[in-house]
């Protein structure tokens, strides 16, 4: 184990912005874009809401565009160029509400936030990754079995091609180079809740495309991470109809690997590695089981750079897919369920001492997910602040 002295020191991101315009600000985010429909219909309040989570402490926000695609814009009503549009607003509001901040305790970054293709769905994918031909075998239905991977490889690979076809056509609305440009706004880019291996090495393709398409361009490429999903009650990733599951170390090995599976016309095809891997979206109390087979699974791994761990869980609530609510506390049983923001903040900051105390990440970012609010991460700042031994850090990759 690392002496304290050269540990990593940690990282404040922000909560659950599309819960938070949705609990605090009273806003209605049940539009198939979520919290991007405010980006249109409200654009102060997006930017009330950074604000507010960097006045409660955060070090990252992260920009209302998770649910965004052309897909989604569409069935929403939105025009190709208004969509565009619309998508680089999201990313001003988020610099407008980093300029307008005054601290002393570092920079603020802004990460781009992209959502897997399963929260483009309806119903949302973001826990089974149950895709429709091309992205997957079929979609979810009520009928009978579902399943989320292919029995035959060329299947297989054919449907992780067209999942990077989808990401990096969304990533190229940002990555642009005209007098307009929101790349120089962005430090990070966040792949986040990603439900299946197929689409980590999707999201890891378009990654190593974007990079070439950003040197022809003479424009900087920016550091970035995957996180995923691990619902209650759901082992992650059922690999095949009928068959197991994939190991822990499976999805270790996707994320870091240098190379991957896929090959086209007899080559193997590149996928870039990211900086930083995560778990988000995730209750809490899933976290003792799961982090340290991820960071046991890291550790074995033998890379010439450790990634940065960015951990950012739920408040505490649990999300019912099929009817699209927050299931309310009273239905919950509360002693397990640390629903509050010191409980949750008490919690988490146990947590990330500990993995930074392992010694096996570069650097550990942590924060909320869906139902943590400004008063979560106020809670998570304290916690920090009040301990010696837990240091805040600028982001250092």
Same mark, same amino acid.
């Given at each position: &184990? ?10 404040l ?7 938070t315009?949705? /609990? ?5 985010i ?5 919290s ?5 219909? #409200?654009? /102060?309040?997006? +930017?009330?809401v950074?604000?507010?989570? !960097?006045? =409660?402490?955060? /070090?990252?926000?992260?920009t209302? %565009?998770?649910?965004?695609?052309f897909?989604t ?10 969509? *565009? ?13 980093k300029?307008?901040v ?5 920079? +603020?970054?802004?990460?781009?936030s ?6 483009t769905l309806?119903p949302?994918?973001e ?9 997957g075998?079929?979609?979810?239905t ?12 060329n #299947? ?7 999942? =990077?076809?989808f ?6 609305v940002?990555? #642009?180079?005209?007098?307009?440009s +929101?790349?120089? !706004?962005?430090?990070?880019? =966040? ?8 689409? *980590?090495?999707?999201?890891? $393709? ?5 990079k ?15 996180? %995923?999903?691990?619902? &209650? ?5 059922p ?5 197991g ?7 270790? @090995?996707?994320?870091?690997?240098? @190379?991957g599976p ?10 870039a ?5 995560? $778990?988000?979206? %995730? @209750? *809490?109390a ?29 408040g505490?609530? &649990? ?23 010191? &409980? ?11 993995e ?34 837990i240091?805040r850090?600028?982001?250092? *990759?």
């Amino acid at each position: &184990m690392s002496s304290k002295s050269s540990l990593p020191r940690l990282v404040l991101l922000d909560g659950g912005l599309g819960t938070t315009l949705e /609990d605090v600000f009273e806003k209605d985010i049940s539009s198939p874009l979520w919290s991007a429909s405010i980006v249109d219909k #409200d654009p /102060d309040a997006i +930017v009330q809401v950074h604000s507010a989570f !960097l006045d =409660a402490g955060s /070090d990252v926000i992260l920009t209302a %565009t998770y649910q965004c695609a052309f897909g989604t814009f569409e069935r929403a009503g939105y025009s190709k160029v208004d969509a *565009i549009l619309l998508m680089r607003k999201a990313v001003r509001l988020a610099a407008r509400a980093k300029n307008q901040v005054s601290r002393d305790n570092g920079p +603020v970054s802004i990460a781009l936030s992209l959502g897997p293709y399963g929260a483009t769905l309806s119903p949302p994918q973001e826990y089974g990754g149950f895709y429709p031909p091309p992205y997957g075998p079929r979609a979810y239905t009520d009928d009978s079995e579902n399943f989320n991977a292919f029995t035959d490889m060329n #299947d297989e690979r054919a449907a992780t091609l067209a999942l =990077a076809d989808f990401h990096y056509e969304r990533l190229k609305v940002f990555a #642009d180079d005209g007098e307009d440009s +929101v790349w120089p !706004l962005i430090d990070l880019i =966040a792949f986040e809740t990603v439900p299946i291996q197929r689409e *980590i090495y999707a999201i890891r $393709i378009a990654m190593d495309r974007l990079k070439s398409h950003l040197s022809s361009r003479g424009l900087a490429y920016k550091p970035w991470w995957i996180s %995923t999903i691990w619902p &209650m009650d759901v082992s992650y990733h059922p690999a095949y109809p009928g068959g197991g599951i994939i190991a822990y170390k499976c999805i270790a @090995h996707a994320l870091l690997f240098g @190379h991957g599976p896929i090959k086209h016309k007899g080559s193997v095809i590149g996928m870039a590695v990211p900086e930083g891997i995560g $778990i988000n979206c %995730t @209750h *809490i109390a899933q976290l003792d089981d799961v982090l340290p087979k991820v960071r046991g699974s890291v550790a074995r791994m033998r890379i010439q750079k450790m990634p940065f761990l960015v951990l950012y869980p739920n408040g505490g609530n &649990m999300y019912d897919i099929m009817n699209r609510r927050w299931i309310p506390e009273e239905e919950l049983n509360k002693e397990k369920d640390k629903t509050s923001p010191e &409980m949750w903040a008490s919690c988490v900051a146990s947590i990330a001492s500990a993995e930074r105390d392992s010694g096996v990440w570069q650097q550990v970012m942590v924060g909320g997910c869906c139902k943590t609010t400004p008063k979560h991460i106020e809670m998570l700042s304290r916690a920090w602040n009040s301990s010696g031994s837990i240091e805040r850090d600028a982001i250092r *990759i």
